[in-house]
């Protein structure tokens, strides 16, 4: 596995969380939760970029539970498409059912209200989002 920082987005349409991994790829942690109508959104983005310096960028892709993707994920390619225009580091769609269903019950569990915790939420939907990427990543041949 190569040596270097991964990124994932969690994108919504109002928040967006980030998560980042250590250089080793052993550990996501949640970074940031980002308004998804910043205007300065790109500008914000590329900063972070440019202070991780990601070998990889992934973004969960919302699918139905049939697997069909609905509008949501055209959303997380749009939101894709702009980060290309961002980073040359390979962008990455991870599937992301229920990640934020797992993140609220893993906040909920630590005893963390998760109505007073909606960017946590976002952000550890973001960490499920890069420990699955890192899992993939680390059962290639």
Known sequence: MQRGRRI???????RIGVALSDADAI?????????AGDKNLATTI??????YQPIAIYIGRPSNMDGTLGTAAGKAS????LLSTIS???IIEIDE???TVSAARS????????KDAKSRIDQMA???ILEFALAIEKNRP
């Open 8 to 14: 994932a987005f969690d994108y919504g349409d109002v």
């Open 27 to 35: 550990l996501a942690s949640p970074l940031i939760t980002l308004a």
């Open 46 to 51: 590329s900063e972070i970029f440019s202070e």
């Open 78 to 81: 749009d939101f894709a498409a």
């Open 88 to 90: 040359s580091a390979p």
């Open 97 to 99: 059912r229920l990640s």
């Open 107 to 114: 906040l909920r569990d630590a005893g963390i209200n998760t």
């Open 126 to 128: 973001a960490v499920a």
